[in-house]
């Protein structure tokens, strides 16, 4: 190729790059205001909610006290009998029913004289079966031989009748007369003795059933005995709740009245707080409280309580007493909600009543540092009534009343909460209400 073509192929590449690059300049000026005047990346649905209304209520101020679950009942179950252990049927972290069996101890020798006592039982309830069988045959033969006797008797009378006329006319000779006296004496004293037999043989026979019943009885108290001695050597759970601690192991010698394991029952539990004595006077057996446990998920950190217990002793260090708030504890996988030595904060309603701000339990966010509610704030001016944009805002808790609970923050007496899908939503989101809360019934 000679100079004159490199020159000419150098210019013809040059006005290409220079279309190519005018093309893509256009297309770049054309797309632009294009892509100015679009929204962009489409932004998410309204949320959909439910919300409250906050409203103003009388109620007594609240103050808050930490405190501690602890269990309703906790029982250290020991052994009534000693013994060696050969079967611990549960472990620690168990749950049982009550009279659920929780050890058991070797009963070979009870076993041994549980079966001779049954054995004895059955030869003695024999005896009184032959007895039963036997006396009304005896009794019966008796009084036959006396019925018998009786007849002989009547008849030695009805002779002797008949003779002693005769002989008084000297029919009869005095050796006829004789004859029938003595016949009607010896008939006299036959049913004298067979009337004797008849009574012994009742008394008798009727005492030696009732002293074979009385054997059978004593011997079916022992089978009883030995049945409730096996019994006791098997440990039982008192109640349901929760095996804690195991003391003894299969194999080990357990002395009477030693612990075999520790139950606790938490069906129900309760929060203990102690409560400056400055408020002995304001705190109220049966007063609904809000308490908040703060390990537990989200939607359940917020529990209703009653106040079940009041302790009626100050104590002189701290001059506090201790209160008990009682909580019912819901069964979830694996054993209940709330455990034993939880951390726990109660409002107990101890101040003076007054007009206060109030929102459902179900409003509450909590979780964070502190409890919050998510406000719902209408858009502009002429902002539609159900619809708005949410905003977190954080409060205080007081007292509670049955479905509501107070609240101290940059709240209004009017202003709409969410109820239902405040967990999901944050400040800035647009929400939805497609409903207006219920309280339970």
Partial sequence: MNGGDVSAGTRTG????AIWIWMLAALWLSAGPAADAGEGPPQRPPAQVVTA?????????????????????????????EGKVVELAVNEGDAVEAGDPLARLRTEQLAIQMRAAKAELTIRRQEEMVLKEALPLEIDQARARSAASQAMLKMAEARWRRAKPLFGKQ????????????????AQQKAVETNAALASVSRTETGKYAQAAARVLAQREEVR?????????TIRAPFAGYVTKEFTEVGQWLAQGGPVVEVIEIAKVDVEVQ?????????????????VIEALPQQAKLQ????????????????????KVRLENPAVSGGRLITP????RVQLPVGKSGKVLVVPKDALILGGRTPMVCLVEPTGKGGSSDGGVARRVPVELGSADADVIQVRGALQAGAQVVTEGNERVFTGDRVHIMGRYRPPK
């Fill in 14 to 17: 040059g006005r290409c790059l």
């Fill in 53 to 81: 209304e906050v409203q103003k209520r009388e109620l007594p101020a609240g103050a808050a006290f930490v405190g501690s679950v602890v269990a309703l009942r906790t029982s250290t179950v020991g052994s009534l009998m």
């Fill in 171 to 186: 029919v009869i000779s005095d050796a006829e007369m004789e004859a029938a006296d003595q016949a009607m004496e010896a």
């Fill in 225 to 233: 005995r030995l049945k409730d001695d096996i019994e006791q050597y």
């Fill in 275 to 291: 409560v400056p004595e400055r408020y002995a006077s304001q705190v109220r057996l049966g007063a609904e409280v809000a308490v």
């Fill in 304 to 323: 209703s309580g009653r106040v079940e217990l009041i302790v009626p002793q100050v104590d002189v260090r701290s001059r506090t007493f201790p209160v």
């Fill in 341 to 344: 030595g939880m951390f726990a």
